[in-house]
């Protein structure tokens, strides 16, 4: 299973990572959401972890490319942001995002929802 991370904070981008990475899930990382999208595009992946705050494209800008994708439309998002207003969540439900998880968080919540995502995914 490939998680796209974007995120343009190293602390919180390392730390997906290797949670991520320790229980068994390959991720490709990437510091701003154009980049994100790039590799996304050159190379796919099965979910996304998206910040919301990023230079260059933000992760709602990024969610848009992704539900407009046919390739990525249903793919599983979760947003994972500082941003903890509610109209920051709306917001992030609305462009579609999957789940929306604001830092800092509980590695093992943040994990139990990515397996939330990931059975999503299995069942299809």
Do not use: C
């Amino acid at each position: 299973m490939k998680v796209l991370v974007a995120d343009d904070d190293d602390n919180f981008r390392n730390l997906v990572i290797a949670i991520l990475t320790e229980d068994g899930y390959e991720v490709a990382a990437e510091v701003n959401g154009r980049l994100a999208w790039e590799n996304l595009q050159a190379n796919g992946a099965d979910m996304a972890v998206l910040d919301i705050n990023m230079p260059e494209m933000d992760g709602f800008e990024l969610l848009r490319h992704i539900r407009t994708d046919g390739r990525f439309k249903d793919m599983p998002v979760l947003m994972l942001t500082i941003r903890a207003f509610a109209e920051d969540q709306v917001t992030g439900y609305d462009t579609g995002a999957d789940d929306y998880l604001t830092k800092p968080f509980a590695n093992d919540v943040f994990l139990s929802r990515i397996k939330v995502l990931e059975r999503r995914i299995l069942k299809k």
